[in-house]
Nanobody
Framework: QVQLVESGGGLVQAGGSLRLSCAAS????????MGWFRQTPGKEREFVAT????????SYADSVKGRFTIFRDDTKNTVYLQMNSLKPEDTAVYYC?????????????????????WGQGTQVTVSS
């Protein structure tokens, strides 16, 4: 059974940084594209970033480009989201997820419907 556990969330002032981690267990981590999504109360969960299984391809939401970086360490079965220059509008619960298809990355990598396994989420709060 695949399990994803996020950590690293917290309270930070605007302009600050946080690094989120997502540790995976079960399955073969390095064979799957991984993604980060976020959700605020009353809103749909939205795409933040994705990184292909090969680590060759990345994609970011326009709202985080240039500020967030997704990367992975396959030796630790962990995917990270480095968040810099944080803004109050980045406040949300952040979720990591594992893509549904083995060794695949494509145009639907930003769609939450293509991810099978999800973590429990970690709260990020950015104060102004």
């Amino acid at each position: 059974q695949v399990q994803l556990v996020e950590s690293g969330g917290g309270l930070v002032q605007a302009g600050g940084s946080l690094r989120l981690s997502c540790a995976a267990s079960g399955g073969t981590f390095n064979d799957y594209t991984m993604g980060w999504f976020r959700q605020t109360p009353g809103k749909e969960r939205e795409f933040v970033a994705t990184l292909s299984w090969s680590a060759l391809f990345r994609s970011y939401a326009d709202s985080v480009k240039g500020r967030f970086t997704i990367f992975r360490d396959d030796t630790k079965n962990t995917v990270y989201l480095q968040m810099n220059s944080l803004k109050p509008e980045d406040t949300a619960v952040y979720y990591c997820a594992r893509y549904s298809v083995f060794r695949s990355y494509g145009g639907r990598a930003s769609s939450q419907a293509t991810y099978t396994y999800w973590g429990q989420g970690t709260q990020v709060t950015v104060s102004s």
